[in-house]
């Protein structure tokens, strides 16, 4: 059984539209079953967060090829990408890289 | 010598600490700080090698490059998007160093502003179920995808939004120093037609001109040192005083285009057919504008943030485009085809993963703004449909976009025979590829489609629908058929396809109507048909005429013409036989 999280999520780089353009998002993950690791904060953030345009953030069961996922300003496949269990008070942030310039 | 008993110092030490959880590998650079990023397939970088790596990169490949001069001006094109505000960010960075590996030209900066009001709701909801497939939102602001921070066509931010955004910029361009200009996309509607010709390009530097230029700038800037007259030349040179950071007056910014120009710019976007016509066509009008700021201004370089990932996209969306003729241009390190005004892209050989990652961990400062395609599902336009396919194939093999990246590299920039100073293309000012004289090949009569459609005419005697009186390929007597149905407007419409290169001529079949587009298009169109018909009308005098210019006879043109006419009919009858 898992303890509830407190974990920060943020998006950039234009992700933000999707949630109605809130960059930072304070979260408390409930407690369940599973430990919390990225592939069920992502079905949450879907549930929860996403406002409109899933396909856009998510494909499958990881984000969308050109979002980079940064945990605690690390790279995410240094962590193990989808598996990599979440910690309490641990920062998430999705940047799209899709909005070049 | 060893003896027994000896105290040999410290005990052993510990082995070694336990590696932390989920990050067992060291920096490949150094071995020894804690990667942060993994670049490419599997290199892990610590923090300190990443920031060491990507500069790098910056100045290496200006480095090999040699076409930056010492003391030159050069605009950077800043969209406040990541790779270009990283762009700029390096160029800050790099001027700040320490003499020897200081860069060595005098910066400025661009930012083209197109944020516009907010288009009237009724009008929303007559555009948005044409042109989006996507269910609309509640928010215009959010719903409609055209406006770019560049070019705001019919965006959908509020006049707070806009001013919020450029408030945003200014503060931004503020702390750089360098010189910035802030223009408008509305501006497109004042451009000169002159900014459409390509000026005669200054001498070519080799790489002996240089290494001389480069030796004789050290020598003066030691020169001056050693006289005390303070700080480096470069600040001598022009590079942005304090006092005056900004070469615009603060009041021009504080008003908003005027109203007929942006009604103007949403009537010629909503005419637009397709996103991918919008995209190019906003691609265009943004170069030209730039050009023209860099012409102004006295700007031998524009330096644009073009990141790999963007390029490799680029190369793949080109070709689907038609524009497979001016791959080397378009993709290349640098683009002469303006003349005076060069196109470099340093920022080429970074990929936007490593943008990203730097503008993040090094807090690189950039203003977001929704773009035409915000939001637009997969299919809405083969720019969207390639950055698709490219990514999704990059996710599972990594080494996809490099490789398109180093075949963009191997291209190279041959003019074809005896075409080096021919015709350019009206709008993307790239040397035509169409080959006029060429009516028999498929290519030839493929382009007939552009024409508009309408009933045969006698002439037609082959009985197929078009008639060539619209032929944007062979050059015609103006009168051919005779005035027996006015087309005027075909006829100025076929002027302009005539001078478009292929790529450019297939974006024109989604705009129905070329009135929408700015003056300074039109008006050198005309301009070059003009200064071209009596040419044409010199060599269809002309019998048995070997020369090669000789438009419509190519192959199929016998030698025994009949005048006008009957060079008219013989071209009739050749196209039809294709269509």
């Given at each position: ?19 109605d353009?809130v ?6 993950l ?5 430990p ?9 953030i ?6 409109e345009?899933p396909e ?5 069961d ?5 979002i ?7 790279d995410w496949?240094l962590?193990?990408?989808l598996?990599y269990?979440?910690?309490?008070r ?8 899709l909005?070049?310039? | ?7 040999y110092?410290?005990?052993a ?6 590696p932390?959880?989920?990050?067992e590998?060291?920096c ?5 700080g804690l990667?942060?990023?993994v670049?490419?397939?599997g290199d892990?970088?610590?923090?300190d090698?990443?920031r060491a ?5 910056f ?14 001006k050069?605009l950077?094109?800043w ?6 505000s990283s762009?700029?960010?390096q160029?800050?960075?790099g001027l ?5 590996k ?11 502003d ?10 929303l909801?007559?555009?948005a179920?044409?042109t989006?497939?996507?269910p ?5 602001v959010?719903m ?6 560049l ?7 509020s006049?707070?939004d ?7 910029v ?5 702390t750089?120093g ?5 223009v408008?996309l ?10 459409l ?12 001109t240089?290494?001389?230029a480069v ?14 007259v303070?700080?480096s030349p470069?600040s001598?040179?022009?590079?942005a005083?304090p006092?005056?950071?900004?070469t615009?007056?603060p009041?021009?910014?504080?008003e908003?285009?005027p109203?007929?120009?942006t009604e103007?710019l949403s009537r ?9 016509a ?9 170069t030209?504008?730039i ?12 330096m644009?943030g073009?990141?790999?990932t963007?390029l490799?996209i680029?190369?793949m969306t080109s070709l689907?485009?038609?524009?497979g ?6 993709t290349?390190?640098s683009?002469?085809?303006?003349g005076d005004?060069?196109v470099v892209r340093?920022?080429r ?7 990203a990652?730097?503008n ?5 400062p950039?203003?977001?703004t929704?773009?035409?395609d915000?939001k637009a599902p ?5 720019h ?7 990514l999704?194939l990059?996710a ?40 006029t ?23 037609a005697?082959?009985?197929a ?11 015609r007597a ?8 006015p087309?005027?407007r075909?006829d ?13 001529r297939?974006n ?18 005309q ?9 044409i009308?010199e060599?269809?005098l ?13 192959a199929?043109?016998p030698p025994e013409?009949e005048?006008?006419?009957g060079q008219?009919v ?10």
């Open positions: 059984m898992a303890a509830p999280l407190s974990v920060e999520v943020e998006f950039g780089g234009g992700a933000e539209l999707l949630f353009g960059k930072k998002h304070q979260v408390t409930p407690g369940q079953e599973e919390w690791d990225i592939r069920n904060l992502l079905v949450w879907k549930k929860n967060l996403l406002k345009r856009l953030f998510i494909q499958g990881s984000v969308r090829p050109g980079l996922v940064l945990v605690n300003d690390a496949e962590l193990g990408e598996d269990q979440l910690q309490d641990d920062s998430i942030l999705f940047i799209s890289t909005h070049g310039g | 010598m060893c003896q027994v008993g000896e105290d110092g410290d005990p030490p510990e082995g070694p600490p336990p932390r959880p989920g990050r590998l060291k490949v650079k150094c071995s020894e990667p942060v990023v670049i490419r397939a892990a970088f610590c923090r090698c990443f790596f990507y500069i790098h990169k100045r290496a490949v200006l480095g090999k490059n040699r076409l930056i001069f010492p003391g030159e050069v950077l094109a969209s406040g998007g990541p790779s270009s762009m700029v960010w160029v800050l960075e700040s160093r320490d003499s020897a200081r860069l060595r030209f005098v910066p400025g900066v661009v930012y083209v197109g944020t516009c009001p907010v288009v009237s709701t009724r009008r909801r007559r555009v179920p044409r989006w497939p996507y609309i939102l509640g928010s215009p959010v409609i995808p055209f406006c770019l921070h070019e705001g066509a019919a965006c959908g931010q006049r707070e806009r001013a919020k955004t450029l408030s945003d200014k503060r931004i361009l503020q750089l360098f010189p910035w200009h802030v408008t509305e501006e497109v509607f004042a451009l000169p037609p002159s900014v010709r390509c000026s005669a390009p200054e001498p070519v530097g080799t790489v002996g240089y290494k001389v030796d004789s700038f050290l020598q003066q800037q030691h020169t001056l040192e050693a006289e005390g303070g700080d470069s001598a040179q022009g590079e005083q006092s005056q950071p900004c615009q007056d009041q021009d910014l504080a908003p285009p109203a007929a120009q103007a010629l976007f909503d005419s637009v057919k397709t996103l991918t919008k995209e190019e066509l906003l691609q265009t009008l943004r030209h504008l050009l023209h700021v860099a012409r102004t201004h006295g700007y031998s370089k524009v644009t073009d990141s790999c963007r490799a680029k190369l689907a485009l038609g524009r003729a001016f791959l080397a241009w378009d290349g390190f683009d002469e085809r303006h005004v060069v340093p920022m050989e970074h990929t936007l993963k490593e943008v990652f730097y993040r961990l090094f807090a690189v950039s203003v977001f929704p773009a035409i915000t997969e299919k809405a336009s083969i969207r449909l390639m950055e698709g396919f490219l999704r990059q599972q093999f990594p080494s996809t976009v490099s490789t398109v990246y180093r075949t963009s590299e191997k291209l190279v920039k041959a003019p074809r025979d005896g075409c080096a100073s021919g015709p350019r293309c009206l709008l993307c000012m790239c040397s035509l590829d169409v080959d004289a060429d009516s028999a090949t498929a290519f030839g009569a493929q382009t007939q489609d552009f024409s508009q459609m309408q009933p045969p005419t006698p002439l005697e082959a009985g629908p078009t008639v060539p009186c619209r032929s944007a390929e062979v050059g103006p009168n051919c058929c005779q005035g027996t149905r087309c005027r075909e100025s419409r076929a002027r302009v396809i005539k001078q478009l290169c292929y790529g450019c297939v024109m079949k989604d705009v129905p109507s070329l009135d929408p587009l700015p003056p300074y298009i039109l008006a050198e169109a301009l070059r048909s003009q200064r071209l018909s009596p040419e009308q060599y269809l002309e019998n048995s005429d070997d020369k090669a210019h000789t438009s419509g006879s190519g199929w043109g013409q005048g006008k006419d008219t013989c071209d009739c009858i050749n196209k039809n036989i294709f269509n």
